[in-house]
């Protein structure tokens, strides 16, 4: 009767999330940090956004289309392609990474260990969840992210930022496993809201294909060879 107990016990156990704080040592938050220090060095050739906003009670719709330019300082910069309706009055892409990237560098890089929960199923996959937050500067942000228990492979991530104006960003992104083995954002939902000096709300669906990598030229900043 014992044994039966200790075997329903250590079932029990197996399915109830276990919650702890990565460590420095921690292997997989380490491999983690390698995949997003990677996915630095790529960049996606083609993202088309689809952006709604609402002001003075007003709903407007905008379609933009991106390319990649090329990379200068070791950023990716890219050019608009197209706009639709061309009437709109907004044609400037929202352009996530610029916001996020920076408080995303620090929080991978800071010293303080994210919050840990194994066992967390991400629809029918089972994922660890990583989080982490900054209430300290201008940009505050708070960022989960689901990864794979084995490869540590970013499957999903969360990110919530407020900043001036008090800008309100709430984002989802999903990745995909792209050139060899590297994690990257194939979608991304992002909710949004302004309120300085007039409120506006909105969203923006992104879609991000194509990726490339970077030559070790081309991310110095020096122009890429012939």
Known sequence: MKSVRRLLLAAMLSIIPAVSMATEHDALWSKVTEQFNTSESYAAKDIRETIHFEMNEETRHTVIQLALGGWK??????????????????????????????????????????????????????TILFEGSNAEGKDKFQCQIWVDPDTGAILQNKFYMTGPAKLVISALTSYAVGQQGVSLPSKRHIDLEFNEPFRVKGTVDEELLHWEAASDVTRTGKPASP
Not at 103 to 118: I, M, N, V
Request: hydrophobic residues 30%; without cysteine.
């Open 73 to 126: 300082n070791g950023q990716a910069y890219y050019q608009t392609i197209s706009v639709e309706p061309a009437s709109a009055t907004n044609k400037k892409p929202f352009r996530l990474d610029e916001k996020s990237k920076p408080a995303l560098r620090k929080f991978f890089a800071s010293e303080q260990a994210p919050k840990r929960t194994d066992n967390v199923m991400l629809g029918e996959k089972n």
